[in-house]
Each structure stands twice: as structure tokens, then as C-alpha cells.
């Protein structure tokens, strides 16, 4: 089980991760929503496809485009479309 953490709080818990280049995808039901806020943010990978990013929302603190994701990702990625994944100081554990 895969357990992602921020701010004291479990903001994502799952069996089904898919790991892409060192960052484990996260499938959207396994997130707990109430955490997470669109953003504005976006960004392009080749392969990929476009990226929305997720401002994460935790004890009155933010952490600014700290999850992305891929609503429409390219053919290669498509095995892990809408799954979220983390950075800026999210900690994911095994």
C-alpha cells in the first residue's frame, strides 16, 4: 500500500500506483479530495501529454501546484490517465 503525506495529513492511500520515472500515479478515487483545489498550473511532456496541477489544502496551510495529473494524456501515458502524482515536499511512502 502506497501512502501519500502532507501537512500531518494521509491526502492519498492505494494498492494501484503506477510508477513513471521515479514518481508514483495515484488513481484519482484513491485521493481525498477535500485536500486537493485545481490550479491554474500547467505543463506539456512530450509524451505525456498536457499536466493540471492541484494546490493541496491541509490544516489551514497550502502547498501551490504540489500534484498533477493527466485528463487527457497521449496514447504511451493513457494506462495512467486522470492518476495524480506529488512533489514539493509530499512524502509517498510504500
Do not use: L
Request: contains cysteine.
Amino acid at each position: 500500500m502506497s501512502k501519500a503525506t502532507w501537512n500531518g495529513a494521509v491526502i492519498a492511500e492505494s494498492d494501484k500506483t503506477v510508477m513513471v520515472e521515479g514518481n508514483h500515479y495515484f488513481p484519482e478515487d484513491s485521493i481525498k479530495k477535500e485536500y486537493f483545489k485545481e490550479s491554474d498550473k500547467h505543463s506539456m511532456c512530450p509524451w505525456k501529454g498536457t499536466a493540471n496541477y492541484y494546490n493541496i489544502e491541509v490544516n489551514g496551510e497550502v502547498n501551490k501546484d504540489a500534484a498533477w495529473y493527466y485528463p487527457e494524456a497521449k496514447e504511451k501515458a493513457k494506462h495512467f490517465e486522470n492518476y495524480v502524482a506529488f512533489w514539493r515536499g509530499v512524502k509517498v511512502e510504500d
